[in-house]
């Protein structure tokens, strides 16, 4: 059974920083890829970033492009988005997902990527609150 457990969210100033980890269990995450999606209230989910499984490749969106960073240290199961110069605008929750075939992405312009089509399994999400 995978399971994806998210941490790192938290209560944080505008221009502050957080870490999230993405860590899984049931899976060995270096054969897969990952994504990082949220959801603000009374918003549609998107995704924020991706990573290949061997970490060469990874996608961000245009909002968050040059403040995060998605990366992945296998040794700990884990990737991490490290999210820097927050803003308002990023207080929503925060999931990662990863897709059920090993060494796959969802391609960039498959329909529903951006709101999670393609990503099988899911994290419970952690809650990130940007104040101003």
């Known amino acids: 059974q995978v399971q994806l457990v998210e941490s790192g969210g938290g209560l944080v100033q505008a221009g502050g920083s957080l870490r999230l980890s993405c860590a899984a269990s049931g899976r060995t995450l270096n054969m897969y890829g990952v994504g990082w999606f949220r959801q603000a209230p009374g918003k549609q989910r998107e995704l924020v970033a991706a990573i290949t499984w061997n970490g060469y490749t990874t996608y961000y969106s245009d909002s968050v492009k040059g403040r995060f960073t998605i990366f992945r240290i296998d040794a700990n199961n884990t990737v991490y988005l490290q999210m820097n110069s927050l803003k308002p605008v990023d207080t929503a929750d925060y999931y990662c997902?990863?897709?059920?075939?090993?060494?796959?992405?969802?391609?960039?312009?498959?329909?529903?990527?951006?709101?999670?089509?393609?990503?099988?399994?899911w994290g419970q999400g952690t809650q990130v609150t940007v104040s101003s």
């Open positions: 997902a990863t897709p059920k075939p090993a060494y796959y992405l969802p391609p960039r312009d498959s329909p529903g990527r951006q709101s999670g089509d393609g990503y099988d399994y």
